[in-house]
């Protein structure tokens, strides 16, 4: 076993935040190689239920959980901040030839090298990752994850019209190629596939259809797609499927919706489509810096909670500005301020951190597996230092609640704040 002893940021089963100035968290390695929290709380407490424990002593951080990012593609790291007039054009001008150079294994290699190094430097612990339509892009993510032993999840694009030379693929073989992944990767470790039309109007029926039956055949798996993003992409969706009621409906048509099947964005939905991503157990991927630069529009977070719709934070890059989970959750109290009403807090800070992390995984179905840190939990965590810029000293120091300690790091924070992640 091995103790650390920090300040200790964790989440409750209810989502509720439980903080401790001086807190001891204890780790101890399973059957299956993966460290799991054995106990966590008060350093007194703690402390004296696990005499001679081995102690690392961070005075002056924090301990949280690692942060879940619901929704990114690892082949757009190359492409943040291309400037683009809306989502559609940006598909056409930057995401798909940038996608095309993943036919290659050994660029796929490196960026998916990059891209664990930027997620660690951030605190991303976990994420669901598009990769693109090449197998190689699957492999070579997962390879990567594996060397790491990292918890993530990925799936080969699926595109079989649409879409542009080098990134579409046939319908049948990208059918054989998923299942192949999925057996190669799935359940390996801490990997897991996830089952992704990269958005309904790349897709043929066919294509949908088959992608369905792998969903049914492979329940465990995710499922990983677009809806609701953009209103020339609602009106393109209504005119490619003139039978479904709305575009969410074209993906529960194909048996697309169910627990493990994460939808980015959600953002122009009614009242039906968000009964039914409650009733399927379905969730949303919200991605707050990615609507706001390609000006997609804003997530209802009030409807959504009313709806008792699962949703986390993601990033969403490349459309999205930054793996920072910082940047993610300012960008998402912004967005909470617009459709929650102007008078007090949108979301509290607490609220926005559990979304990014406990909130997330409940969202993939790993409630109880990470982003809480509650005993039996694996134990990926970030060491935080409140006092990384002059300023954020100078605000973490007058912070007079939890609340404000953390409004103070979503404001201010970036990758700064992140002294190590720490992988299970």
């Given at each position: 076993m091995?103790g650390?002893?920090?300040?200790?940021?964790r989440?409750?089963?209810q989502?509720q935040?439980?903080?401790?100035?001086?807190?001891?968290?204890?780790?101890?390695?399973?059957?299956?190689?993966?460290?799991?929290?054995?106990?966590?709380?008060?350093?007194?407490?703690?402390?004296?239920?696990?005499?001679?424990?081995?102690?690392t002593?961070?005075?002056g951080?924090?301990?949280?959980?690692?942060?879940?990012?619901?929704?990114?593609?690892?082949?757009?790291t190359?492409?943040?901040?291309?400037?683009?007039?809306?989502?559609?054009?940006?598909?056409?001008?930057?995401?798909?030839?940038?996608?095309?150079?993943?036919?290659?294994?050994?660029?796929?290699?490196?960026?998916?090298?990059f891209?664990?190094?930027?997620?660690?430097?951030?605190?991303?612990?976990?994420?669901?990752?598009?990769?693109?339509?090449?197998p190689?892009?699957?492999?070579?993510?997962?390879?990567?994850?594996?060397?790491?032993?990292?918890?993530?999840?990925?799936?080969?694009?699926?595109?079989?019209?649409?879409?542009?030379e080098?990134?579409?693929d046939?319908?049948?073989?990208s059918?054989?190629?998923?299942?192949?992944?999925?057996q190669?990767w799935?359940?390996?470790?801490?990997?897991?596939?996830?089952?992704?039309p990269?958005?309904?109007?790349?897709?043929?029926d066919?294509?949908?259809?088959?992608?369905?039956?792998?969903?049914?055949?492979?329940?465990?798996t995710?499922?990983?797609?677009?809806?609701a993003?953009n209103?020339?992409e609602?009106?393109?969706?209504?005119?490619?499927f003139?039978?479904?009621?709305?575009?969410?409906?074209?993906?529960?048509?194909f048996?697309?919706?169910?627990?493990?099947?994460?939808?980015a964005?959600?953002?122009?939905?009614?009242g039906?489509?968000?009964?039914l991503?409650?009733?399927?157990?379905?969730?949303?991927?919200?991605?707050?810096?990615?609507?706001?630069?390609?000006?997609?529009?804003?997530?209802?977070?009030?409807?959504?909670?009313?709806?008792?719709?699962?949703?986390?934070?993601?990033?969403?890059?490349?459309?999205g500005?930054?793996?920072?989970?910082?940047?993610?959750?300012?960008?998402?109290?912004?967005v909470?301020?617009?459709?929650?009403?102007k008078?007090?807090?949108?979301?509290s800070?607490?609220q926005?951190?559990?979304?990014?992390?406990?909130?997330?995984?409940?969202?993939?179905?790993?409630?109880g597996?990470?982003?809480?840190?509650?005993?039996?939990?694996?134990?990926?965590?970030?060491?935080?230092?409140?006092a990384a810029?002059?300023l954020?000293?100078?605000?973490?120091?007058?912070?007079?609640?939890?609340?404000?300690?953390?409004f103070?790091?979503i404001?201010?924070?970036?990758?700064?704040?992140?002294?190590?992640?720490?992988?299970?």
């Open positions: 091995q650390y002893r920090a300040q200790l940021l989440f409750d089963a989502g935040a439980l903080f401790e100035s001086d807190g001891l968290l204890v780790t101890s390695p399973g059957v299956d190689g993966v460290q799991r929290v054995v106990d966590a709380g008060p350093h007194a407490a703690v402390a004296a239920r696990h005499p001679d424990l081995p102690v002593h961070w005075p951080r924090i301990i949280a959980p690692g942060f879940i990012d619901l929704h990114v593609h690892y082949p757009q190359d492409i943040i901040g291309a400037p683009a007039d809306g989502l559609l054009p940006w598909l056409a001008n930057y995401t798909f030839p940038a996608e095309s150079r993943f036919a290659d294994p050994a660029h796929a290699a490196e960026v998916a090298a891209f664990f190094d930027e997620l660690a430097r951030h605190g991303v612990t976990t994420a669901l990752t598009f990769a693109t339509s090449h190689a892009s699957v492999d070579a993510f997962f390879t990567e994850a594996s060397q790491r032993g990292l918890r993530m999840i990925s799936g080969k694009v699926l595109q079989d019209r649409h879409s542009p080098g990134v579409r046939e319908t049948g073989q059918l054989v190629d998923t299942e192949a992944l999925i190669r799935h359940g390996k470790g801490r990997l897991g596939y996830a089952i992704t990269r958005f309904a109007p790349t897709c043929s066919a294509q949908l259809r088959g992608a369905g039956e792998l969903a049914a055949k492979y329940p465990d995710w499922i990983q797609s677009h809806v993003e209103r020339d609602v009106r393109w969706v209504h005119e490619l003139p039978q479904s009621r709305s575009y969410l409906s074209v993906y529960e048509d048996g697309l919706l169910r627990p493990r099947a994460i939808y964005h959600c953002i122009h939905f009614d039906e489509d968000r009964a991503m409650h009733a399927s157990g379905a969730a949303a991927a919200v991605s707050p810096t990615s609507n706001l630069f390609l000006g997609s529009g804003f997530f209802d977070f009030g409807a959504a909670q009313a709806a008792n719709m699962l949703h986390g934070l993601a990033s969403d890059v490349g459309g500005t930054s793996f920072s989970p910082f940047h993610t959750m300012l960008a998402a109290y912004y909470g301020r617009e459709s929650m009403g008078a007090g807090l949108s979301l800070p607490a926005l951190w559990f979304q990014h992390t406990g909130g997330a995984a409940r969202a993939l179905g790993l409630d597996v990470v982003g809480t840190l509650q005993p039996g939990t694996e134990a990926d965590f970030v060491v935080l230092n409140p810029t002059p954020l000293a100078r605000k973490s120091a007058q912070a007079n609640s939890l609340d404000e300690l953390l103070g790091l404001v201010l924070g970036d990758d700064r704040v992140v002294e190590r992640s720490v992988t299970a």
